[in-house]
């Protein structure tokens, strides 16, 4: 199990997630007093409102954990660059589709 205060915590927070999604937990400080703790999302684990969005298709539970090779893949996935009023209509349009 590894600590952090809170400072540090926010410098280096996806460091942090990264130990998380590893498996190991996080007991986050604040003044060197142990105040919360970040811990891995387990499936099994999921909460009754995580559970209701699944039941209304508005969000799918991890099969497992990600990795470092799966979040460069996300990065690779172009996207298009828009300016303005366009990317605002662009956004509001992938809302009412429900992207």
Known sequence: M???NIAELKNRLSTYVKFARNGE???IRDRNMPVAKIVP???GNASEEELQLVAEGKMTLPERPLTDLDIDEIF???TRRLKGRRAIEALLADREEGL
């Open 41 to 43: 999302f387990v499936p």
């Open 76 to 78: 690779k996935i172009p």
């Open 25 to 27: 937990e996080i007991v």
């Open 2 to 4: 590894k600590t952090v």
